[in-house]
């Protein structure tokens, strides 16, 4: 096994310095330097189910970036000193009808998560980025384009590729109406990325506040969500509104700004939901979800990203600030995501 450190998730889902191991390289494995990995929203759903849970000891992290160190003998588009990226998503069966189209992220026998998965090999449970070394199968790892800052594209493989699969797969481009609900990591992102993709782009939020940051992100209006007047003056306004709220609310608001014919994208919370058909009736309005990406979309998506100049907003800290990282997430106090620099478990 390789020794590598990294932040494990205690039975209160508080994160300790822990020594992990890495398996072997395989014919087809990688090894990464883990340098920057975000702190995504989801990271803290899993900690706080896992705290109540069976304490499987998490370590978590699914968007990173760093450095190859060492290559498998099979693997020949990957070497030692390349820039690489890697997500929330480290294999799947690479057979079903879903993988061979690409869509891996939707694999029949389900994909196996960078952490709390099954290893499809020796069924070990995965260990996440927010450690110092990662080790993956080959194809799932990205090689990172020249000219994206290596910290600010690390939240573009959780955050950037859940909100660009929709955008794209729906067609969003010139003469689109857009409306992001939440302006937080994935909101944010999907603000830059609708904007560069040529949509008219609202923000809609709890805050009032975030006016100033929706604009200089490229929005041209900002909703308020808790006020009526408002929400009631954009109704039909728009042909994809994408729902990034992470906590279960009521869909009937954010389905009254869907446009005739358009699409309510449920990013944020993934749990049951109930819906008033009338609300899809009045206008064959549809609601739909997706998650992460599949291989060439986050190709894709990396590439776009290069040729546009979009990394994400980010605050970066040093890896052994996760747990206030954590804590801040959850109070909303983060513009707009935090990355960890896990440069500091060297020392
Ligand atoms: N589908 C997927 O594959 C996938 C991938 C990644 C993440 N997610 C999920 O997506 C959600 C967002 O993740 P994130 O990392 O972007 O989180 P985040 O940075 O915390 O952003 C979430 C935003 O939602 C809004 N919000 C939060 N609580 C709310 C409430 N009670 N009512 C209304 N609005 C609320 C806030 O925006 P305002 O302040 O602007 O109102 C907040 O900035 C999480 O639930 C996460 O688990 C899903
Ligand atoms: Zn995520
Ligand atoms: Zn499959």
Known sequence: ????????ADAAGTLRRAALSRRELRADDVAVRV???GVCHSDLHALRSDASGPGRALVPGHEFTGVVTAVGPEV????????????NIVDSCGECAMCRAGQENFCRSFPTLTYGGADRVDGTTTLGGWSREYVVRDRFAYRLPDGLDPAAAAPLLCAGVTVWEPLAALGVGPGSRVAVVGLGGLGHLAVKLAVALGARVAVVSRSADKARDARSLG????????????????RDGFDTVVDTVSAP?????????????????????LGPVTVDMMDLLIGRKKIASAGSGGRPATAAMLDFCAEHGITADIELLPSAEVNTALERLGRNDVRYRFVLDLADLDA
């Open 76 to 87: 020949t588009a990957f070497a030692p000193g390349d820039p690489v990226a890697v997500g």
């Open 249 to 269: 609310h009521d869909l009937a608001p954010y389905l009254s700004l869907v446009a005739m014919d358009g699409t309510l994208v449920e990013l944020g919370h």
């Open 35 to 37: 340098d920057y990995c």
């Open 219 to 234: 929005a041209d209006t900002l909703i308020v969500s808790t006020d009526p007047e408002d929400m009631a003056a954009h």
């Open 1 to 8: 096994m390789r020794s590598t450190t990294g932040w494990r």
